[in-house]
């Protein structure tokens, strides 16, 4: 794993959010962010199935399904 240093200018507000947040964790700043990045994109990901899954039996929204994600770049366990 690489490690990069990332300059983003926050409100101060949500830096101190941060920083509470990361440390009732009991973690680090950088760890912080990490999983809140990664964790976001498993909700994203999560929210896009949920659509899937809603709309599984309707023919014209699975085909506007394949449109949006073409093969391999869909989500695990959606092909077909």
Not at 18 to 28: M, V, Y
Request: cysteine-free; aromatic content about 8%.
């Amino acid at each position: 794993m690489g490690v990069v240093t990332v300059t983003i200018p926050l409100d101060p507000a949500v830096l101190a959010m941060a920083k509470g947040q990361a440390h009732a964790a009991g973690i680090s700043m950088p760890v912080w962010v990490a999983r809140s990045i990664r964790n976001s994109a498993i909700v994203e990901g999560a929210r896009r199935y949920q659509w899937f899954d809603r709309t599984a039996d309707d023919a014209e929204a699975m085909a506007a399904w394949d449109d949006q994600y073409r093969m391999g770049h869909r989500l695990a366990g959606a092909e077909w």
